[in-house]
């Protein structure tokens, strides 16, 4: 794939569809994988008689160089969720994150299923080669989203004031906005559109669910527009993302299971989606994706999600067959692949349980649900599911880093997740069991 071109027509103009498991019955969990170090391969035969080859790409020595702040670091993906936009266009790059908030940059060798850290460029900040390679926050980039048209091209904030862009190939930081007074000295929750030509954040705080102005900006006409949740909700915010074509900002408020708001920036207008939504939902065309209620909400079932389109007027509910109450593992990451067809396009999530004392992930013995601990796609259109393989990530709310938090290429054709191999991978930095990314390699029809 040629790098600094614009990448639209590539997009898939169909759903993508995998040639794995679409049952929804429960499996013996096998042993956990044993990997080396990054690059090393596992092959998993659960869901599919061919196996699925899943890489680890990080790990304790991942940051290693002169300077070891980043050694026995955790990684994780880029801004810790699914929504963050970590893959390049065409699937040759990946932003990874250290514990720190360290971005990283691997590049991905798709022919021969590998990684390597993408060195910093001669005549940069030689601070960044002491950490094993580049790393963006001493370029301006902080709060990083992978451009939507160049491998070579990272958009994000400082954090504090500018909207700026990192180019790979050159070492150029480009200065696109200032923000100037709006910011308050935060930015926060960055998110783009498809053509790097609209962003949304947050401000107005001090730190996380703090903050109480969403910010809307278009480059190519320089026009900015802000929304006072204060004002408009009486709540602060949690976290805001940007549908694909750039119009609508849904604004999740802090509280979790509070109802989020779609803000149209065309027309002013906002909607509240009710019933409630969860915190983090998936975002493309016109239309967001959102696990259906909180997972501390009993109402958390059995429909795993909701999709509101268009004017945000029309509710359609995406259920998984077979789930009920009770039965089913908490959800709440979700990750669509840039979709041209929202509703039908799948989307890409892992499943895991919000308690592992009270259900414990043991391998050897049977799943007390179907997806339980898998990495997974479901058609929102009819529910349907493609099972990928476990991901060995024990979740639970005591380490919000231990979900296994997931995202795919744009094509469909790999999924990258963090995991901490059900806590075999040893001690972080920390003190905790660490947390590293693997590549999941999925099987396209």
């Not at 391998?363 to 599911?385: I, K």
């Amino acid at each position: 794939m040629y790098r600094n071109v614009v990448l639209f027509l590539t997009l898939p103009l169909f759903a993508q569809t995998w040639s794995t498991s679409t049952d929804m019955h429960t499996r013996f969990v096998p042993s956990v994988p044993v990997f080396g170090s990054m690059n090393s391969i596992h092959v998993d035969y659960t869901f599919r008689s061919k196996g699925i080859r899943v890489l680890r790409a990080t790990d304790r020595l991942t940051g290693n160089g002169s300077d070891t702040t980043l050694v026995d670091q955790d990684w994780g993906l880029v801004g810790g969720s699914a929504e963050q936009n970590p893959w390049s266009p065409s699937g040759s790059r990946l932003l990874v994150s250290a514990a720190g908030g360290q971005i990283a940059v691997l590049d991905f060798d798709q022919k021969h299923f590998r990684v390597s850290r993408v060195p910093c460029p001669p005549g940069n900040t030689a601070y960044d080669n002491k950490l094993g390679g580049l790393v963006l926050n001493y370029h301006g980039v902080k709060d990083a989203y992978f451009s939507r048209v160049s491998d070579d091209v990272v958009l994000g904030s400082d954090k504090v004031r500018y909207v700026n862009s990192y180019n790979i190939a050159t070492g150029a930081t480009t200065m696109l906005w200032d923000s100037g007074a709006l910011s308050n000295g935060r930015l926060y929750s960055f998110s783009t559109g498809m053509k790097d030509d609209t962003v949304a954040m947050a401000t107005g705080g001090t730190k996380a669910d703090t903050d109480t102005t969403v910010i809307w900006h278009q480059f190519s006409t320089g026009a900015t527009r802000t929304l006072n949740t204060m004002l408009a909700f009486g709540k602060p915010i949690h976290n805001v993302r940007l549908s694909l074509e750039g119009r609508y900002v849904e604004i999740a408020l802090t509280g979790g299971a509070g109802t989020p708001y779609v803000w149209d920036t065309a027309t002013g207008i906002t909607t509240p989606l009710s019933p409630v939504g969860a915190g983090h939902r998936a975002a493309a065309y016109g239309a967001f994706l959102n696990a259906q209620g909180s997972p501390l909400d009993p109402t958390f079932a059995p429909c795993l999600a909701k999709r509101w389109a268009g004017a945000f007027s029309n509710l359609t509910f995406a259920c998984v067959a077979g789930w009920t109450y009770g039965s089913q593992p908490i959800d709440v990451h979700l990750n669509w692949a840039d979709a041209v067809t929202p509703a039908l396009a799948p989307v890409l999530s892992a499943a895991y349980w919000d308690d592992p004392s009270a259900d414990p992930f043991v391998p050897g013995r049977q799943q007390t649900a179907a997806l339980n601990n898998e990495l997974y796609a479901m058609s929102p259109a009819d529910g349907t599911v493609w099972r990928f393989g476990f991901v060995y990530a024990t979740g639970g709310y005591s380490n919000f880093s231990y979900q296994p938090i997931c995202t795919m290429t744009r094509a469909g054709d790999y999924a990258a997740c963090s995991s901490n191999n059900a806590q075999t991978w040893g001690l972080a930095k920390s003190g905790n069991p660490r947390i590293d990314v693997k590549i999941f390699e999925l099987p396209l029809n």
